[in-house]
C-alpha cells in the first residue's frame, strides 16, 4: 500500500503564488511517477502536470509557463509551484503515484485551492 498526502493548499489572490507538496509512505517501488490533476466544482478531474515514463515532465496547455512541477526523490515527494494564479486555478489539487509492478494507481486525499479575483 502507498499513502500520499498533500499539503499547502489556501486561499490566494489572482496572480499570487502557492507550492502544493505531496509526500509518499509505504510500498514505493524503485520506478514510481507522480503528478498532480485537480478538479473543478462540475467538472470531470483533469491532469495539472505529472513525471512520464520517459523521465520528462507533462503540463496541461492552461498551465505551461505557470506552473512547475518537480520531486525530491530521497524524501519521495513531489512539489507543485503555482505561480501567477487565476480563478479559474481554483479545484481540489490531488496528488497521483503510480508504479511499474503495481497496477494500482493511488490518490491523495486532495487539498483545496481558492484564487480570488
Known amino acids: 500500500q502507498v499513502q500520499l498526502v498533500e499539503s499547502g493548499g489556501g486561499l490566494v489572490q489572482a496572480g499570487g503564488s502557492l507550492r502544493l507538496s505531496c509526500a509518499a509512505s509505504?510500498?514505493?517501488?524503485?520506478?514510481?511517477?507522480m503528478g498532480w490533476y485537480r478538479q473543478a466544482p462540475g467538472k470531470q478531474r483533469e491532469l495539472v502536470a505529472k513525471?512520464?515514463?520517459?523521465?520528462?515532465?507533462n503540463y496541461a496547455d492552461s498551465v505551461k509557463g505557470r506552473f512547475a512541477i518537480s520531486r525530491d526523490n530521497a524524501k519521495n515527494t513531489v512539489y507543485l509551484q503555482m505561480n501567477s494564479l487565476k480563478p479559474e486555478d481554483t479545484a481540489v489539487y490531488y496528488c497521483?503515484?503510480?508504479?511499474?509492478?503495481?497496477?494500482?494507481?493511488?490518490w491523495g486525499q486532495g487539498t483545496q485551492v481558492t484564487v480570488s479575483s
Open positions: 509505504g510500498m514505493i517501488l524503485s520506478r514510481n511517477f
Open positions: 513525471f512520464t515514463t520517459g523521465g520528462g515532465t
Open positions: 497521483s503515484l503510480s508504479q511499474w509492478g503495481d497496477p494500482t494507481n493511488y
